[in-house]
């Protein structure tokens, strides 16, 4: 099966830096991966998804890239703000998601 | 678009009684639908995968007997936690695929259950 794992459970960053958030995954089956955003006491907010077809999607501030050759996928943050603070978790999968331990970015002014 | 509410967001029962979470898909029809549960500082796991008009298909160590999952419609899906004891604590969250989608598309989350078993 799949298991999903993120390589730090904490990361801080300034105001205006950018994010890197990384994650591993084991099934090279898995074509579908997503990244989440879960603030405290609440669900999962989408913040961006990629396909096994692709190896990079763009979003608002957020870019995600996709290393399907060493399993790995990262969550790009450009310019972090205070409200970005969260708990951040990829999740990857086929017919179904496995969730990663999760990363807690903590954003200071 | 595609918002899914959850109720109730809070419950506290007494050990042994039975707790419903409802899961409705507010703008659009979810044919699938994923019960998924987490304990504080910890990742979600999937419980189980519902789809409408059929059986939920239970992960390995879900008690079936225990979470009944039923998918009546196209919008709603309900947990009950029969005989809820103390471990049964925890965040309970729902999630939606859109048709077309089935399990491997974006999945829209609910807000969340927090039960507590007193």
């Known amino acids: 099966g799949e298991s999903v794992g993120l390589h730090l459970p904490t990361l801080s960053v300034q105001e205006g830096d950018n994010s890197i958030i990384n994650c591993a995954y084991s099934?090279?089956?898995?074509?579908?991966f997503i990244w989440y955003k879960q603030e405290s006491g609440k669900g999962p907010q989408f913040i961006i998804d990629?396909?096994?077809?692709?190896d990079k999607r763009q979003g608002q501030r957020v870019t995600v890239l996709l290393n399907k050759t060493v399993k790995h996928l990262s969550l790009q943050i450009a310019a972090t703000q205070p409200g970005d603070s969260a708990v951040y978790f990829c999740?990857?999968?086929?017919?179904?998601?496995?969730f990663g331990t999760g990363t807690r970015l903590l954003v200071s002014p | 678009g595609a918002v899914v509410s959850q109720h109730p967001s809070r419950v506290i029962c007494k050990s042994g009684t039975s707790v419903k979470i409802e899961c409705r898909s507010l703008?659009?029809?979810?044919?699938?639908m994923f019960w998924y549960r987490q304990f504080p500082k910890q990742s979600l796991m999937l419980m189980a995968t519902?789809?409408?008009?059929?059986?939920?298909?239970?992960e390995q160590g879900v008690e079936k007997d225990k979470f009944l999952i039923n998918h009546a419609s196209l919008t709603l899906s309900t947990l009950t936690v029969t005989s809820a004891h103390p471990e049964d604590s925890s965040f309970y969250i729902c999630?939606?695929?859109?048709?077309?989608?089935?399990?491997?598309?974006?999945?829209?989350f609910g807000p969340g259950t927090r039960l507590t078993v007193t």
């Open positions: 999630s939606a695929t859109s048709p077309g989608q089935g399990g491997s598309g974006e999945q829209y």
């Open positions: 099934n090279s089956a898995s074509d579908y």
């Open positions: 990629i396909r096994s077809n692709m």
């Open positions: 999740a990857a999968g086929f017919q179904k998601l496995v």
């Open positions: 703008d659009f029809q979810a044919t699938t």
């Open positions: 519902s789809n409408e008009g059929s059986k939920a298909t239970y």
